[in-house]
């Protein structure tokens, strides 16, 4: 895999983040657009390792970051592993874990907006403030990678209540390439068997970088 795909700053970012739906908790983290940009540029970067290196997985990366700092990132592998709680956002704390010890995130950035096993597992980190993600599950179900998931996280978040802050963010360029990557997918809805066109990635995604 070259290069280009390894660095987050050849993403271009010209197209700046934009909210589009936010609910807060009762202690709600100042957001930094361009922090948050950022994050989830180190996300798709991610995403786009794990569906080329390996492309067994629904290409979903996650970031952390605590007070405007970038801590670490990785990518969903439950089948890779078979660990069925390896999501992404599961192997990005524990690489957060691992390289920063004693450290705990309070902003992690996912390319798809976490399933509800993830959002419990993501309340139970003691200083997680804000989940930020860019596509919204339906994205996924649409493409028969995922099943229907008729509470978003935002429902829920209003239903039950979340102890974290949840936004969505719009950035056209990694809202495309997070797109094309699950183009890319076929998922077995039935055994979880998953493979994704590298090949395909691999002429799609070059329009998408900056030169």
């Known amino acids: 895999m070259g290069d280009i795909y390894r660095n987050p700053n ?14 807060y908790n009762d ?8 922090y948050i940009e950022a994050l989830l540029a180190k996300a798709t970067q991610a995403a786009i390792a794990g569906a080329i290196e390996h492309g067994v997985d629904v290409p979903v990366g996650a970031a952390t970051g605590v007070d405007g700092e970038f ?20 192997m990005t704390v524990q690489r957060t874990h691992e390289l920063h010890p004693g450290v705990e995130p309070d902003t992690i950035a996912v390319t798809l907006e976490p399933c509800k096993s993830c959002q419990d597992y993501l309340a139970e980190l003691p200083n997680l403030r804000l989940v930020a993600f860019a596509l919204p599950l339906s994205v996924a179900s649409m493409r028969r990678i995922i099943r229907n998931k008729e509470e978003t996280i935002f429902d829920r978040a209003g239903r039950e ?7 969505q963010v719009d950035m056209s360029n990694l809202t495309e390439i997070n797109q094309t990557l699950l183009d890319a997918t076929a998922r077995n809805l039935d055994t979880g068997e998953t493979r994704v066109d590298s090949g395909k990635l691999l002429s799609e995604l070059p329009r998408l970088y900056t030169s």
């Open 161 to 167: 209540g979340l102890p974290y802050g949840v936004i």
């Open 71 to 90: 801590l670490a990132a990785n990518y969903a592998q439950d089948n890779l592993l078979s660990r069925k709680e390896a999501h992404a956002e599961f």
């Open 10 to 23: 050849n993403l271009s970012l010209e197209n700046r983040a934009q909210i589009i739906v936010a609910r």
């Open 27 to 34: 202690d709600p983290l100042p957001i930094d657009t361009t």
